[in-house]
């Protein structure tokens, strides 16, 4: 049986990449629902990239890709759209250059694990799935903040535990802290966790409340980004498709 475990940051990337362990990226406001999104609008593929710079270079070499991203919570100049899950049924029938502050760059971070998703709430029953279909143990990384370390990453958190619930599997790392957001997910549920976190409050700040609740709700869409090659901008994402029995 799996053995998950719940590492935040940097630290969860290495781990995953050290340990042979599936990692699973949540950044619950808001990259991995939009990326999950993306993929359930039917945008065709997903180039990752952690830099701004590298989006715009990868935009060139793919002429025909929308730009999406956000850098403060709002799109680059130059983009088509920001980081909005609800922006993107937009992308249906295009490729996607996709880059974000915190979320896009941890992907990217874990290049090398067995496998690399990128989930939350919306898609949490297909993440369990996915997820089931490799032997090696699971590594659920709260995304944080890449700016800042000691940042309150609590809706990252609560999706993390969230699934980690669902899931029902062993928790080795990292175990007192999914009791702990398991309790709290209890107590306050997951919509007050979402709506209370600090980067609600960021959210907020630049007119995005919207974002918040959407990205709150459970098992929207089945579309579960993984991470199927490196390139020079990041890496090249596609929805994941279950092995052939």
Not at 5 to 22: K, M, N, Y
Not at 80 to 88: K, W
Not at 162 to 181: R, S, V
Request: aromatic content about 8%; glycine content about 8%; charged content about 20%.
């Amino acid at each position: 049986m799996q053995t998950w475990h719940l590492i935040e940051g940097e630290p969860g990337c290495a781990f995953a990449t050290a340990h042979g362990c599936v990692a699973v990226v949540v950044d619950a406001l808001r990259a991995s629902a939009t990326a999950a999104m993306l993929f359930e609008a039917r945008a065709t593929e997903l180039i990752v990239v952690q830099e701004v710079k590298d989006a715009r270079a990868a935009k060139a070499q793919h002429p025909d890709a929308l730009l999406f991203g956000e850098r403060g919570g709002l799109p680059p100049p130059g983009f088509d759209y920001g980081n909005s899950p609800r922006d993107a049924a937009r992308a249906a029938g295009r490729p996607v250059v996709f880059t974000t502050t915190t979320g896009a760059g941890r992907l990217v971070a874990c290049w090398g694990a067995p496998a690399v998703f990128m989930g939350t709430t919306v898609n949490a029953s297909a993440v369990i799935e996915a997820t089931s279909s490799f032997r090696e143990d699971v590594v659920l990384i709260p995304a944080g903040l890449a700016t800042d370390p000691t940042f309150d990453a609590q809706e990252d958190w609560a999706a993390a535990a969230a699934i980690a619930a669902a899931a029902g599997t062993p928790i080795g790392e990292g175990a007192a802290a999914f009791a702990h957001w398991r309790r709290r997910i209890q107590s306050e549920g997951l919509d007050r966790l979402f709506n209370t976190a600090p980067h609600a409050g960021k959210l907020r700040a630049v007119g995005l409340d919207e974002d918040i609740a959407f990205c709150a709700q459970m098992d929207l869409t089945r579309a579960v980004p993984r991470a199927v090659a490196r390139n020079e901008f990041g890496v090249r994402c596609l929805p994941f498709a279950p092995p052939l029995a």
